[in-house]
């Protein structure tokens, strides 16, 4: 992973798409690294029961996979000092094995004088938004 520079970025720049699959099994795998057993992302009569088309991906997860393309752009993960997001949508988890696909995108809204970059994000699954308001402030070298 290539470190990116400060001088090297410039406003407008946009980061490569990044997409990510989730499927079920990864929702399992998320729910016991991170102790939300929450039925609406699992088992999918609860799901329903509670108004929702399907068993749904944890808003944690779907904010991590975002700030993984991130943190890929700008080559080292510690380079993140701040990051926010709005859960807008859910994303639905088909029980298939083609799971679900997430798309990130992103530009670099401002260069500040500290040596750190403004970065917004658009976030989709099924070609809608998921994650409203999505920013990330990155230190480069």
């Not at 407008?12 to 795998?29: I, M, N, Q």
């Not at 700030?67 to 859910?90: K, M, Q, S």
């Not at 029980?95 to 970059?117: H, I, Q, R, S």
């Not at 999505?134 to 480069?140: E, G, H, I, K, Y």
């Amino acid at each position: 992973m290539t470190r990116r520079g400060f001088a090297d970025v410039v406003e407008g720049e946009e980061l490569p798409l990044h997409s990510f699959t989730v499927t079920r099994v990864d929702l399992v795998r998320y729910a016991g690294a991170s102790g939300d057993f929450n039925p609406i992302h699992w088992n999918e009569r609860f799901a329903r029961e509670v108004g929702l088309p399907d068993v749904i991906a944890h808003g944690m997860l779907t904010m991590a996979l975002a700030g993984r393309a991130v943190t890929a752009w700008a080559g080292d993960p510690g380079a993140v000092v701040d990051y926010g997001v709005r859960f807008t949508r859910p994303v639905v988890v088909p029980d298939d094995d083609k799971g679900a696909t997430v798309e990130v995108t992103g530009k670099v809204t401002k260069k500040n004088d500290d040596g750190t970059v403004k970065i917004n994000m658009t976030v989709k699954y099924a070609g809608q938004g998921v994650l409203g308001g999505a920013s990330a402030l990155v230190r480069l070298a």
